[in-house]
């Protein structure tokens, strides 16, 4: 076991150190269910973010009416929710594409950007959420984690899963950065 944790580092730390001169949002993304690719440095430079990674068949899928709604609040100050469907964790999102993103607008009301299905755990991890991890040394542990990325493309905090959306130390990082 403390083999694979080794190996698993290394994989880390080697995709890390290769993409160090890369800026974090140089990505590109499928829209979900979409076949329109996004570069997320293009398309939200200048912005504050909140990364998230979604599921449909969750505990913690209620957080999808705070998101949209801090979405809606602070989307003219320059702020955007950016979600991330994954199905690692117990099988969590086993839809497709359309499934989630019919289940996310006619259910949850969102607006807010997603992106497609990704692994956020695992060998399969995707670039963007690697990258993520690796600056801040926290993975996520369960659906709905979130990475507060600053309007220089920085990630400035992670929050687990159970930190709501609209929980109070969260609004008032997001509004700081959108002071700056």
Known sequence: MKYKALLLFSALFAVAAADLGKPLLEQNYRRLASTEVVNLRS????????????????????????????????????????????????????????????????TNGVKFPMFEKVHVKGNDVTPFFQALAAATGERPKWNFHKYLIDRSGHV???????????DPALVAKVEELLRQ
Do not use: W
């Open 156 to 166: 400035v905090a992670s929050y687990g899963s159970r930190t709501r959306p609209d």
């Open 43 to 106: 398309a939200y430079a200048g912005k504050v973010l909140l990364v998230v990674n979604t599921a449909s068949k969750c505990g913690f899928t209620p957080q999808y009416e705070a998101l949209e709604a801090m979405h809606a609040k602070y989307e003219a100050r320059g702020f955007a929710v950016l979600g991330f469907p994954s199905n690692d964790f117990l099988g969590q999102e086993p839809g497709s594409e359309k499934q989630i993103q019919d289940f996310c607008k006619l």
